[in-house]
């Protein structure tokens, strides 16, 4: 028997309406009907391609593709089941339907073991059977395949990060409690990086999501490649990496190689046609001495990271036993701030916002205070970070929220025109339903959505979600406040996009007004920006009587700061509002030796005198005692 003319059939094996067959028979006349059978056949059209025996059989497989093989060999001489052995390995993904004369059940069993998947014999095969016998093992194999790879991409997802294609905290849990073993084993030690990237966030969120996944995918292929094939990398979630690495050389291997991971993470990323940029800080914790199990030595290596993230950021750390109890201490204030918000046990004070030429007090600004049971007050630089570290900000700036709206909606009389300015965190800002949970919290208290005010810095302005949620606060009455201007993503283009009704002076730019040359112009540029803008201006931090005259002579009357009056109690503050001796009703008393800054002395670089004098000496009035 020949081969059919033409193509190699194989070539197109699993064309639709077609099975590609490739019979292995020694016999040309058994061969030749076999063919006639499939040639015949009508519900299925065969390409059948004809070859002796198996070794012909596995020189066509490396050639071409078939979607089954029909066989016929004397298995029962023995060398046919060899035979069989070796199709089977070289046509793993290829069903195999074996034809015998012999009819036993034994042998069919070990057919079947060989990898035969169906057991013809001769003399009871019709072509209708044959036929039917070869369609249902391509049908039956094919099913087996799609289930194995279901099984197979489960596995994957239920062990790996679907974003980076690392294994996840279940498949590196198991895989380190292997590697574990094995060093213990062999006395070998083992490195643990816990690697959380420092300004991913600000990446993520104004440059979009979409950057940001795939920039966690880059640093994730930069780990992979940067460490052999023993080493294990995993993603944990968000923007945090733990690399194990086995038994490094040298006594500084585990710093040196935290050094290594950290500056490889440093490198410019070039991402949809921007160039990106982030940081890592990194914890280190070593088997065995930092701990024998696999949840102790990933644990240690957090704790290291964030004495990473203490230590300004962009750091390697090794664990020290010392860390425990400020972990032990830090997780304990979690709780009771927790309590704390339940309790009631957290306090508000109000900064008064002065306009300083008409003498009236304009806003109070929002300041949380803790006073622990036990610890006394606790100071906001201590509970804030690690409210926003652990996902406790949104109740907390909730309550603070809340509450600051309850006080403000009680006051009558002057107190009655008194905003209430309240901080709000990326955190709460995150929140889709935030706008929402503002209109409900105005509802319940019955305060005037214009009285209340909501600062939030440039950085937080700068993602477009967040510009959408200050539309909808806008729409509600609600005005927004940049805070801290200066300090951040400074832009014009941020400043033309975002609604704000106004701009909050860092009191950085105050205090280096009276001390630098360049001060007075920088702030006398950002008063005019802003009003040029149509949005107010309220200087922050003025302590001295200096920094208020210098601020009244460039235009700026609206002003926040101990000079005018510290954080103080909901009573107290109450009190200051109709108080005849408020300090910014009082007279102002200065040294005969003092007089406000000259014209001349603001303007004594050319390059100032240029950018200013356009101003006109209209512009610059000057408050003289």
Request: proline share 4%.
């Amino acid at each position: 028997m020949t081969e059919p003319e033409g193509p190699d059939p194989g070539a197109e094996a699993g064309a639709e309406g077609s099975i590609a067959v490739l019979l292995v028979v020694e016999d040309q006349l058994s061969a030749g009907r076999l063919f006639d059978v499939l040639r015949d056949a009508t519900a299925t059209r065969f390409e059948v391609t004809h070859v002796q025996d198996v070794d012909e059989a596995l020189e066509k497989l490396q050639k071409a593709s078939y979607d089954v093989l029909l066989v016929d060999l004397p298995v029962e001489e023995g060398y046919g089941l060899e035979s069989l052995y070796r199709a089977r390995v070289a046509a793993s993904t290829i069903p195999i339907v074996l034809l015998t004369y012999q009819s036993d059940d034994h042998l069919a069993l070990r057919a079947t073991r060989a990898g035969a998947q169906d057991y013809l014999i001769k003399g009871e095969v019709t072509p209708a059977l044959i036929t039917r016998s070869l369609v249902h093992a391509v049908e039956r194999h094919r099913m087996l395949r799609d289930l194995r790879d279901a099984q197979q991409r489960q596995w994957f997802l239920a062990n790996h990060d679907t974003l980076t294609s690392l294994p996840n905290r279940a498949a590196l849990l198991e895989s380190a409690r292997t590697a574990i073993e094995t060093a213990a084993r062999r006395s070998q030690g083992l490195v643990f990086l816990f690697v959380d990237l420092d300004g991913f966030k600000p990446v993520n969120d104004n440059l979009g999501h979409a950057i940001g996944d795939e920039l966690l995918a880059d640093v994730a292929g930069r780990l992979r490649r940067l460490r052999p094939r023993q080493d294990l990398v995993a993603r944990l979630g968000g923007d945090e990496f733990v690399l194990v690495a086995v038994d490094p050389p040298g006594e500084d291997a585990p710093v040196r190689l935290a050094e290594e991971v950290r500056d490889e993470i440093e490198k410019p990323y070039h991402i949809g046609g921007m160039e990106c940029f982030v940081s890592a800080s990194i914890g280190v914790s070593v088997f065995p001495q930092d701990g024998e199990n696999v949840e102790e030595l990933i644990r240690h290596a957090d704790t290291a990271m964030y004495a990473s993230k203490a230590a300004g950021r962009n750091a390697v750390t090794l664990y020290e036993k010392e860390m425990d109890q400020e972990t032990q201490e830090r997780f304990a204030l979690v709780n009771s701030l927790r309590e704390a918000i339940r309790s009631g046990d957290l306090l508000l004070e109000f900064q008064p916002q002065v306009h300083v030429g008409s003498e009236e007090i304009i806003g109070a600004e929002t300041l949380v205070r803790w006073r622990h049971p036990t610890r006394g007050v606790v100071a906001p630089s201590e509970f804030i970070g690690v409210a926003e570290d652990t996902g406790m900000m949104v109740p907390l700036g909730e309550w603070v929220l809340r509450n600051a709206c309850e006080v403000a909606a009680s006051w009558a009389g002057d107190l009655s025109r008194v905003r209430v300015a309240v901080n709000i965190s990326g955190r709460q800002l995150e929140q889709r339903d935030f706008p929402d949970r503002v209109q409900a919290i105005l509802t319940e208290t019955g305060l005037e959505s214009g009285r209340l005010e909501l600062e939030l810095t440039e950085s937080l302005a700068a993602n477009d979600s967040v510009l959408k949620a200050l539309a909808s606060l806008q729409k509600l009455g609600v005005r927004t406040a940049i805070d801290d201007f200066g300090t951040g993503y400074s832009s014009f283009t941020l400043l033309k996009r975002m609604p704000a009704d106004l701009l909050k002076i860092d009191q950085s730019f105050v205090h280096d007004a009276l001390s630098q040359e360049s001060g007075v112009v920088i702030l006398d540029a950002i008063l005019r920006m802003a009003r040029g803008l149509g949005m107010e201006v309220i200087a922050e931090g003025v302590e001295t009587l200096e920094e208020m005259d210098l601020l009244l002579s460039l235009g700026c009357h609206q002003m926040q700061g101990y000079l005018l009056g510290k954080p103080i109690p909901k009573t107290e503050f109450e009190a200051l509002v109709t108080a005849h001796d408020a300090p910014w009703r009082l007279p102002i008393s200065r040294p005969e030796t003092w007089s406000p800054p000259t014209r001349e002395e603001l303007l004594r670089s050319e390059e100032a005198a240029q950018d200013v004098e356009s101003v006109g000496d209209e512009a610059l009035p000057v408050l003289r005692g």
